[in-house]
């Protein structure tokens, strides 16, 4: 009792803390401690101990005062302020740079200040896995659809006043690091029309993009060796490569002054309800409706039932697995219900000639990037080229160092898997990267090191001749979004499953069209229609009718 | 990450509703703080934080003013296509630069604006076919899309940009139609450019014919251990 008296503050204390019926606990441990002051270690006294266990408890007291008060988040059972709220108009699975993007612009484009809540679900909290991280941060306009174009049209200039759209008072701005360097599409005698008419219909966009001869590329690139080209295409505005990081951070950064929601957990389960519909034809169609997310905690089995009225998936390189989820694709293959959405984890690159057979083997293979130094190499204006096989390469930093990626060599020369193991953003820096094969393991994204000797560098050397002499100090892998049908993005609603909607499949494109896409999805999801740019072709239900929507110009 | 690389001053827009705000809170608290000017500022900018943090209201305010701020300077470089329509490129450019409050010199005349002997700055419009050979822009609150003025002047033979606090190293990539041209640019004391020496260096690729002028190609590189105390250089973005 003599701590009691000494400390007159912790005696209010402890009548409100009877008052709120947490009495027997505290009693019966304050018996205990008297008993056995003694034998827990140093201390300065059975009453030392007491006044320290009794700032302990004050503290806590007084955190759970503040949490009754009003403005406070009370439960009175356990602490929920890890857990997602329980209901959210809008839940967004995926925290990449795509799902938040839409919801950017979801909060952007409300009609009223704070109408609509939005919670976004991301499952890993380091990123080490998502393809926004791993990519490799490339922004053209050299596509051959011309709602690819517009797409990184507005893209561009998002990025070029990412400081106005995302500013947030008393933050500092946004350092991109764009290098504006333009991309170089080489092409062969056989693709050399295809490559006219796309840059034709670029042109025509607003794309600021140039054909040139070999000569002209002898002349502006001395070290490239312009054998097999027959024409180029070169990006002269708005091309190039920036930190994909910054516009993620940037992009979490304001949607959370926003009043967006963000929680890091994993989407179990929907539960939702059916309808049985008729169309105008008499055909009975089941469509259904998702009225709840499971959302489950990391390494724990709580869940959080959260009340949703719209899902946008957004999920990047497991969209499938979450559609599936929501029962898309559980049918009779050939129906609509039957119609699974084709995205997958893909690690490889497409097959620029669309002749070759598909790959036996859908996983385990690796898209894997290169990080070399090579001190004669090109120079500071290098920009991004893409040999005619696919390869590619650009350059990174000021070092002499340049980064590149493979073209799906293992396809054409009839290989059936390639090694990958996981190699996380968080150990990328580590200069001593073992270059040993390892076992092969679908599930991980290790990269091959001799597989860049025997495969890749020919390709590179024969176009650059400065690569002949080159040095690989790191490598990565990355998943991307895969569409298996086209390669190219999924947007809008699925015609079942009437509150889902598809932000994803970009297979490889993502990151450059995000702002787009984002604005597009929150216009689909706000209006019901799409308002500044098309993308009706981009819709799933093309899965079903067949109708492609190819790119070509795939790097 | 991004917040360790943007190390250089920020540009005024964000932190100008400050200022505005200051003037206020100061003369509500009275002047009873005897700390120095730059106390005074920073304990300004904490309580503005701090209102921000807790009403909407305040927030919501400085939002809007940060957007007025923002769409004032897209409205100063807007196009004026109907000038350009009617009497052509170079004095619709001449026009831009004279509104934004810079300077401008058609060949063989002398230099119009507000430092020139130009009183009349309507003048030029009846110079028929004069190509513009000089623009100096310092200070001006030029953009991406107001470069789409200069950009049209195809005689330019000298152009300055210093000071300018939204030209950024997009901008600067805009640049490559003048490459025939353009003889000098300055590039002094851009705010908004993230690596001075390495824009320098790549603006001379860009150009060929051009001798670029205001930025040292070292500065920003990490000095060595003698130099070390002369100068505040930041380290390279890798």
């Keep these: 009792v003599e701590c009691c008296v000494r400390t007159g503050r912790a005696g209010t204390m402890l009548r409100r803390a009877l008052h709120f019926g947490l009495a027997s606990g505290l009693l019966s441990r304050r018996l205990g401690t008297r008993r056995g002051g003694s034998t827990l270690g140093k201390v300065e006294g059975s009453g030392g101990y007491c006044v320290r266990y009794w700032d302990g408890k004050v503290s806590e007291i007084k955190k759970k005062l503040q949490s009754v008060l009003p403005g406070g988040t009370w439960d009175p059972l356990y602490d929920t302020s890890h857990l997602p709220p329980e209901h959210s108009d809008v839940v967004i699975v995926g925290g990449g740079v795509l799902g938040l993007s839409v919801a950017y612009w979801l909060k952007r484009l409300e009609k009223q200040r704070g109408a609509i809540r939005v919670l976004v679900v991301e499952r890993d909290h380091t990123y080490s896995q998502a393809s926004t991280g791993l990519s490799v941060g490339g922004i053209r306009q050299q596509f051959s659809l011309p709602e690819n174009v517009q797409l990184s049209l507005f893209s561009v200039n998002f990025l070029r006043n990412i400081n106005e759209y995302l500013a947030v008072v008393d933050d500092p701005p946004l350092d991109l690091q764009f290098n504006p360097s333009g991309y170089l599409l080489l092409a062969s005698e056989q693709d050399a029309g295809m490559m006219e008419n796309n840059v034709k219909m670029q042109r025509q966009e607003g794309a600021k993009v140039c054909l040139m001869s070999p000569e002209q590329l002898r002349n502006k690139f001395p070290w490239m060796n312009t054998e097999g080209v027959a024409l180029a295409s070169y990006g002269l505005e708005g091309e190039g490569w920036f930190d994909p990081w910054c516009l993620l951070q940037g992009l979490r950064r304001k949607v959370q002054s926003m009043g967006v929601t963000i929680c890091y957990g994993e989407v179990t389960r929907f539960i939702s309800s059916s309808d049985r519909m008729q169309t105008p034809n008499g055909e009975e169609v089941i469509l259904k409706r998702i009225h709840e997310v499971h959302v489950k905690m990391d390494n724990s089995l709580e869940y959080q039932p959260v009340e949703c009225a719209i899902v946008i998936n957004a999920a990047g390189a497991w969209s499938g697995q979450v559609a599936e989820l929501a029962g898309i694709g559980k049918g009779l293959p050939g129906t609509l219900q039957g119609t699974k959405l084709p995205v997958e984890p893909r690690k490889s690159w497409r097959r620029r000639e669309l002749s070759l057979p598909p790959p036996p083997n859908r996983s385990g293979y690796g898209r894997y990037v290169y990080f070399w130094h090579c001190p004669q190499g090109p120079g500071l204006e290098a920009p991004l080229v893409t040999d005619t096989t696919g390869a590619y390469f650009r350059r990174e930093g000021l070092g002499s160092n340049y980064l590149g990626p493979v073209l799906d060599i293992a396809t054409t020369l009839g290989l059936n898997r390639v090694r990958s193991a996981l190699r996380s953003r968080y150990y990328k820096p580590c200069p001593h990267f073992p270059p040993q094969e390892e076992e092969p393991d679908p599930e991980n994204l290790e990269v091959d090191y001799n597989f860049f000797q025997d495969r890749v560098w020919p390709h590179l050397a024969r176009r650059v001749p400065a690569f002949e002499t080159l040095e690989v100090r790191r490598a990565w892998a990355g998943y991307y979004d895969y569409n298996t049908f086209d390669q190219n993005g999924v947007v809008g609603p699925h015609p079942l499953v009437v509150n889902m909607y598809f932000a994803t499949g970009f297979s490889g494109h993502g990151l450059q069209h995000s702002p787009a896409v984002g604005r597009a999805v929150a216009e689909m999801v706000l209006e019901g229609h799409f308002q500044t740019i098309n993308l009706s072709s981009f819709l799933f239900t093309r899965f079903y009718l067949g109708e492609k929507a190819p790119e070509h110009n795939i790097i | ?238």
């Design chain 2, 1 to 238: 990450r991004f917040q360790a690389q943007s190390q250089y001053s920020p540009p005024q827009s964000l932190h100008l509703v400050a200022p505005v705000w200051n003037g206020g809170t100061r003369s509500i608290r009275g002047l009873s703080s005897t700390a120095t000017p730059e106390g005074s500022r920073k304990k300004g900018r904490m309580l503005l934080q701090f209102l921000t943090d807790c009403f909407y209201d305040v927030k919501a305010l400085r939002e809007y003013l940060l957007q007025k701020q923002v769409s004032e300077v897209q409205h100063r470089n807007r196009a004026a296509t109907h000038i350009k329509e009617h009497y052509g490129p170079d004095i619709a450019g001449a026009y831009f630069i004279l509104k934004q409050g810079g300077a401008v010199k058609f060949r063989g005349k002398e230099w119009l604006g507000p430092h020139g002997q130009g009183r009349s700055s309507l003048e030029f419009f009846k110079f028929q076919a004069v190509p513009v050979e000089a623009v100096d822009a310092s200070g001006c609150t030029i953009n991406y899309e107001g470069l789409d003025n200069l950009l049209a002047l195809k005689e330019l033979q000298s152009l300055s940009l210093q000071r300018c606090p939204h030209v950024d190293d997009w901008c600067l990539s805009r640049l490559y139609p003048l490459a025939e041209s353009l003889q000098e640019l300055s590039l002094a004391d851009l705010p908004a450019v993230s690596n001075p020496g390495l824009t320098q260096i790549l603006v001379e690729e860009m150009l060929p014919n051009c001798e670029v002028l205001g930025a040292d190609w070292t500065q920003g590189l990490i000095l060595g251990p003698k130099e070390q105390s002369q100068d505040t250089a930041r380290p390279l973005p890798a």
